[in-house]
């Protein structure tokens, strides 16, 4: 699956990255808690979180993360999405709270995987 398949899915807005909308996406995390992420998160996956710091995009960064979603329609300040463009981190916004977004691309196809 690609982030153009995921942003149609999910009728999200691209806020940062639109130039690697075809980048591959091979799993997916829905988290407010990046410990969590850290935790279980794999390469070449998209974020779903509510939450909104630099923190975020740190641990995207650390993670090999290609996308974060921003769910309930959040959006980042303009030093985050700076802190993205220049890492190559592509951001969505979705007004879909997490639980649904993550649903529709489980339906999707889009699969976290075991731990």
């Given at each position: ?70 769910v309930r329609g ?42």
């Amino acid at each position: 699956m690609t982030v153009e398949d995921i942003r149609k899915i999910l009728g999200a807005k691209v806020l940062v990255g639109e130039e690697h909308l075809f980048e591959e996406v091979r799993s997916a995390c829905g988290s407010d808690m990046m410990s969590d992420v850290l935790a279980y998160s794999k390469d070449h996956s998209v974020l779903l979180t509510g939450l909104c710091n630099p923190q975020v995009v740190r641990t995207a960064e650390m993670l090999d993360i290609v996308c974060i979603v921003f769910v309930r329609g959040k959006k980042p300040d303009e030093a985050m999405l700076q802190m993205a463009a220049e890492r190559g981190i592509i951001l969505l916004s979705t007004g879909h709270r997490m639980f649904s977004a993550c649903g529709m691309l489980y339906e999707a196809g889009l699969h976290g995987g075991a731990i």
